[in-house]
């Protein structure tokens, strides 16, 4: 049978086909077509998951071939109905892959190498398998987490809106690997239209017998159910969850016991990422080893990549493991607004992952050993893209905001410890902090990480810790009374901020003017650092005994294009409000310079 379909991804081809013959997948209709007028086979592609294949290691990843995605239908633009979905191939030989059992299941998945897409990067066949204990008469469930509130990230929204069908034969297919007797789809409130959709794929999966009793005609008995959550956050934490769908409040659990042993209502309950269950029946039909040919080594497959930001055109794509972030970004996003060249940060992972600057993100490849390698993480691999107009102490600002508002309350370095940096992180961005809070928010944060019941207190302190590993060197001269502030940009030799601190030592808060269209000397004179010895270093997360500092570091008008006398005279108009301790007049300075 030859089935015509839709563009599996990218505009930029035509409608492909698929060709069913045993064990055999087809890539595009072009190629298929003129062999078979020739009367070649040589379009076909065969696969066999028991066969041994010599694996070659590749050296270079991406971007991916139209005819290997697996969201065929991320964009909506076919039907996402039960129709259009078996028309994709969705559903096909379901029977057959539940019949081969349990353990072909999840050898499959180990084989493939499939990591857990929500963040953490577990080994799904590794995490599936622990509820295969022996029974103790509880019924195993398994819970879908669909609670997407990590800023940046928006994947699992397109899966639900766009292929549902993908994710209720993926819950089918999961639970028989984990003998679950029902799986709840744990669903964010604010996704009104994907819960709608979801929900009409599941009743049109119970009409066509393909889940419910007897599902599939496999004689295994498997339901499928939507929960609503509320909408926050703190929900998409796995313990949260099952305890919002107990009707109980979502506050995280201690662990142990974990859910595999007491999940929702008590019993054996896995957890798992939308992604990470919508690809399991694909793999099981194409086979474990061809998933496991994309990406590096223990990084296999593809992923849905979201990018947002200073970009020319933010997606949401389907990609390699692996592929340079750099290429990733170019290719499908239409590279950073002004060009790479003006490219600030990037947060790789959706808000919980540290941010890595410009130079670290030209060969860093997208998946989970290269970014940790990067000292950050994959994340939920939503890339936000940061040029150089950002005022990056502003952005972390309101990351740390967004985290003291979604915390449950239960932990006290969460409820209390995210409040405070919240607190000191927009006086930086006000101008009103004192240096004394430099060094404090940074052992605060390192307070915060790794003493909370949940991950939220560490998403919480890593953007504050990564910021100012990256963007603050502080020195302090012989003089106390003369510091300044080199606020490099990620790495360039170059600084593209320098303040001289005139007065007191209260005046630090002047290095806190940052963005790239608001860097100001204090005054237009040249700074000349030579006269100073340096007989104390003192540096916050990064480690700097090595660094070879400049004897000279000028800032000179005429390096300074925004230098204007109309500039000038607003700076030193500043500077004099701040020495007579006028406030109103600072405010008013401070205004028309930003």
Request: aromatic share 10%.
């Amino acid at each position: 049978m030859l089935a015509c379909l839709g563009c599996p991804g990218l505009s930029r081809t035509l409608s492909s086909g698929v060709l069913h013959l045993p064990n055999t997948f087809v890539a595009r209709a072009p190629t298929i077509s003129t062999s078979i007028i020739r009367g070649s086979q040589a379009a076909l592609v065969r696969y066999n998951s028991t066969a041994q294949q010599e694996k070659v290691k590749k050296t270079k990843f991406g971007p991916l071939a139209d005819q290997d995605r697996i969201f065929t239908n991320l964009y909506g633009r076919h039907d996402w109905r039960l129709k259009g979905a078996l028309n994709r191939g969705d559903w096909y030989k379901t029977k057959e892959i539940l019949e081969k059992g349990v353990d072909w299941i999840l050898n499959e998945i180990k084989v493939s190498g499939l990591r857990g897409r929500g963040g953490a990067g577990f080994p799904t066949g590794m995490k599936w398998s622990f509820m295969n204990k022996p029974s103790d008469g509880r019924p195993k469930y398994l819970v879908v987490n669909a609670d997407e509130g990590e800023p940046g990230t928006c994947k699992d929204r397109e899966i639900m809106r766009h292929d549902p069908h993908k994710l209720v034969e993926g819950c089918l297919i999961a639970g028989r690997a984990m003998g679950a007797r029902a799986a709840y789809i744990y669903i964010r409130g604010e996704f009104y239209n994907e819960a709608s959709n979801l929900q009409v794929a599941i009743n049109e999966a119970y009409g066509a017998g393909l889940i419910g009793n007897n599902a599939c005609g496999s004689g295994y008995d498997f339901d499928v159910f939507v929960m609503r959550g509320a909408g926050a956050y703190i929900c998409g934490e796995e313990t949260a969850l099952i305890e919002s769908i107990e009707g109980k409040q979502g506050k995280p659990r201690l662990k142990p016991p974990f859910p595999a042993d007491v999940g929702v209502f008590g019993c054996p309950t896995t957890v798992a990422n939308v992604e990470t269950v919508s690809v399991a029946p694909t793999i099981c039909r194409r086979g474990g080893s061809w998933f496991a040919g994309f990406g590096r080594e223990r990084n296999s497959g593809t992923k849905l990549f979201n990018i947002s930001g200073h970009v020319n055109t933010p997606c949401t794509v389907e990609e390699e493991m692996s592929i340079p972030m750099k290429e990733l970004i170019e290719k499908h996003a239409g590279g950073v607004r002004g060009g790479w060249d003006n490219l600030l940060c990037v947060i790789p992972g959706g808000s919980s992952t540290p941010l890595i600057p410009k130079h670290v993100c030209e060969d860093v490849p997208m998946d989970f050993d290269g970014l940790i390698q990067a000292q950050t993480g994959l994340g939920t691999a939503a890339l936000i893209v940061m040029d150089k107009s950002t005022d990056v102490i502003r952005a972390i600002a309101r990351l740390i905001e967004f985290y003291k508002h979604e915390s449950c309350g239960q932990c006290t370095p969460c409820r209390e410890g995210v409040d405070w940096m919240n607190k000191m992180m927009w006086r930086f961005v006000k101008g009103d902090a004192q240096a004394a809070e430099i060094d404090m928010i940074w052992e605060l944060s390192k307070q915060i990480e790794g003493h909370t019941i949940c991950a939220l207190g560490d998403g919480a302190a890593w953007p504050v810790q990564d910021f100012f590993h990256f963007f603050c060197l502080f020195y302090k001269l012989l003089n106390s009374e003369i510091f300044f502030l080199e606020l490099i940009c990620f790495g360039e030799k170059d600084p593209y901020v320098l303040h001289k601190k005139f007065g007191t030592v209260q005046n630090i808060w002047l290095c806190f003017l940052t963005g790239y269209q608001r860097e100001a000397a204090t005054n237009g004179d040249p700074i000349n650092l030579e006269e100073y010895t340096t007989s104390e270093t003192s540096y916050i997360g990064k480690c700097i005994d090595d660094m070879t500092v400049s004897k000279t570091i000028t800032t000179c008008s005429n390096q300074k294009p925004w230098m204007t006398a109309e500039v000038h005279a607003l700076l030193k108009s500043r500077d004099s409000a701040f020495r007579a301790g006028d406030k109103e007049a600072l405010r008013t300075a401070r205004a028309k310079l930003l």
